[in-house]
């Protein structure tokens, strides 16, 4: 059974840091590619950065420079570390892991107050 543990979520004030964690089990997490993605209310859910098994990395627009997403193989883990947060950063996130299969976290909630 694939299970993704999200963690670190909260209230954060503008210009504040906040680092997710999602740890993962049940797949070879080396070989997949992990990332995350938010969905804020009333809007669709949109990629915020992805990381594939060689450790090249994307990101949306809106969170170049800001954020970062890292993996440790030897944890089953992906991080997001997050910086210079901003008010329209509040959505819940939610990590996902790509191998033949797609599994999803059940997200963590994300606010960040002006």
């Known amino acids: 059974q694939v299970q993704l543990v999200e963690s670190g979520g909260g209230l954060v004030q503008a210009g504040g840091s906040l680092r997710l964690s999602c740890t993962v089990s049940?797949?070879?997490?080396?070989?997949?590619?992990m990332g995350w993605y938010r969905q804020a209310p009333g809007k669709q859910r949109e990629l915020v950065a992805r990381i594939t098994t060689g450790g090249s990395t994307n990101y949306a627009d809106s969170v170049k420079g800001r954020f970062t997403i890292s993996r440790d193989n030897a944890k089953n883990t992906v991080y997001l570390q997050m910086s210079s947060l901003k008010p329209e950063d509040t959505a819940v996130y939610y990590c996902?892991?790509?191998?033949?299969?797609?599994?999803w976290g059940q997200g963590t909630q994300v606010t960040v107050s002006s």
């Open positions: 049940g797949i070879i997490f080396s070989i997949s590619d």
């Open positions: 996902y892991t790509r191998g033949a299969l797609t599994y």
